[in-house]
């Protein structure tokens, strides 16, 4: 018998009693308590009990604040954010699903470009080439505004758990940015090698710059993610963040 504010293992307890407001707001194995509130990953809870009841957010910090979880010693800085970047991998493999949709959103990118710009089978004439690098530098800053929007925004109630223990905002940001950085860069040259394919020899410099617009993309959506009040509202600043990056490309072209 167990009592704690991190569900990440929970697959391995029997059972599960999860309280709020002192009332009992669910019980029973694992797969019954996602269940109960409609999530995959039972770290979803805290967010779906903070949508319930908005005003219960800051009393529940209060109480996590009272257990003693928040008296342990301080780890060193570096050794919270391995932790959470060790924790933010954990979640991420318990979901296939998501790290399917990850690699096929690039090549799906990649190809809707290829099939209206280039052909496959003619080498890429001057024109095209000299739109190639803008096209994908475009996509791969979507990609990176993407993979990082809700990254915040959707996951307060764990910002605020891991708050409660010493975890500082720059600890977390650098937790959230290292693992999603790993992702657009692969995602990024997944994108690049679509576009490239047959089209230069040495594309070695256009992969690194379609990964540098993909971090940019990145820094840009985990600020709107950390500044937006919900996630409609961050993903509705997309379309209008890529709008000025359109018309660079109208300029330019």
Not at 29 to 58: K, M
Not at 148 to 174: H, M, N
Not at 185 to 211: C, N
Not at 215 to 243: D, Y
Request: hydrophobic residues 50%; proline residues 6%; aromatic residues 6%.
């Amino acid at each position: 018998v167990l009592t704690t504010h991190s569900l990440l293992f929970s697959n391995l307890l029997h059972r599960i009693v999860v309280l709020h407001g002192g009332a009992i707001r669910s019980q029973g194995t694992p797969r019954e308590v996602a269940s109960d509130f409609a999530v995959e990953d039972l770290n979803r809870i805290y967010q779906r009990l903070e949508e319930d009841d908005p005003a219960g957010g800051d009393l529940k910090v209060q109480t996590f604040g009272r257990h003693p979880l928040s008296l342990r010693p301080r780890l060193p800085s570096w050794r919270r954010v391995t932790t959470l970047i060790e924790r933010g991998f954990l979640r991420r493999i318990a979901r296939p699903v998501s790290w399917l949709g990850a690699i096929l959103l690039p090549l799906l990118v990649g190809l809707s470009i290829r099939l209206v710009w280039w052909s496959w089978s003619t080498p890429a004439s001057p024109a095209e080439l000299a739109a190639m690098p803008l096209l994908g530098f475009i996509a791969s800053i979507w990609l990176g505004l993407i993979a990082a929007v809700q990254s915040i925004v959707a996951e307060l109630p764990l910002f605020r758990q891991e708050k409660v223990v010493g975890v500082t905002d720059l600890e977390y940001l650098l937790s959230k940015g290292s693992i999603l950085a790993l992702l657009v860069v692969g995602q990024s040259i997944l994108l690049g090698s679509v576009l490239l394919w047959r089209t230069i020899p040495d594309p070695g410099i256009l992969l690194a710059g379609l990964a540098a617009g993909g971090l940019c993309g990145l820094a840009l959506g985990l600020a709107v993610s950390a500044l937006a009040p919900n996630r409609q509202t961050a993903l509705r600043l997309v379309p209008l963040l890529m709008i000025p990056q359109l018309l660079c490309s109208r300029l330019t072209g």
